[in-house]
């Protein structure tokens, strides 16, 4: 059973990084039932990862969110996060709100459009959220596809350092570089090197991430946060996420 306390997200996420590299488990709500789901975040957090991350895509329903939350709150003590698509689905059973900002989509309901249609609600609920900054970096697969984005190419670090130094200059809190879900491959070290030498906030990378040598890599070329989502969905996903772990621990 979850142990309930209630925590500033922000403030744990920061003493977190300063004590190393985070790990994030995503968990998209429309992959498996809420009982599967509760499953796979306790094993997330049996292995070691710092946060679980629900994601909210176009489509979820309701419901499934609430029992997604409910699932994963009985059976898991680390901080449970939402990132909302928009007003869709949104439901309070969390510690924090991941509130992104998708800059290089050429559609205005990713840069702020969908975020204005649940701000006054977070707003009004009081709860806590985190501003995120997030850049698609090729190939960006489905998701690019659905976001409407003007991708950033693999090799090209300048665009993405300046999309993510115009992140921190809009005051934002974390810039996050997102190659998408199930990439073949995580953002290139030397794109997160390039990225990181620009900033002072700090930055999270995920898409793609399946072994720790990828974890290790992309830990050392700078990544404060590593978000891992497809692992978790495959056969032997215990084992896998033990190594990133220890990857990105050790
Ligand atoms: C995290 O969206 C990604 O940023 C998830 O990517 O499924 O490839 O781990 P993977």
Redesign the pocket.
């Known amino acids: 059973m979850r142990g309930r306390m209630i925590m500033n997200i922000a403030r744990y996420l920061t003493e977190k990084i300063d004590g190393g590299t985070v790990h994030i488990t ?1 968990i998209d709500p429309m992959k498996q039932s809420p009982e599967v789901a509760g499953r796979l975040a306790l094993t997330a957090q049996e292995v070691g990862s710092d946060l679980i991350l629900v994601v909210g895509l176009s489509g979820l329903a309701q419901r499934n969110l609430l029992d997604t939350a409910i699932s994963i709150r009985e059976k898991t003590s680390i901080p449970l996060v939402y990132s909302p698509a928009g007003a869709e689905a949104v439901c309070f059973s969390f510690d924090a709100f991941l509130f992104s900002c998708l800059l290089n989509s050429r559609n205005a309901g990713f840069i702020s459009g969908g975020q204005s249609q649940a701000a006054l609600l977070l707003k009004r609920m009081e709860v806590e959220t985190i501003s995120v900054g997030l850049l698609m970096v090729e190939p960006g697969l489905k ?1 690019g596809e659905a976001s409407n984005v003007d991708l950033i190419a693999r090799d090209n670090h300048w665009q993405a350092a300046s999309y993510a130094a115009a992140a921190e200059l809009f005051g934002m809190h974390y810039v996050y570089l ?1 190659a ?4 073949a491959q995580p953002i290139s070290a030397a794109m997160i090197r390039a990225v990181k030498k620009e900033l002072s906030i700090p930055l999270i990378v ?4 399946r072994t720790a040598v990828d974890a290790r890599r992309v830990r050392q070329a700078g990544a404060d946060v590593v ?5 978790i969905e495959n056969a032997g996903y215990r084992e896998r996420l033990r190594s990133i772990l220890s990857a990105l621990k050790d």
């Open positions: 995503l998701t997102e998408g879900p199930n990439s995920g898409g793609g991430i978000v891992t989502g497809t692992v």
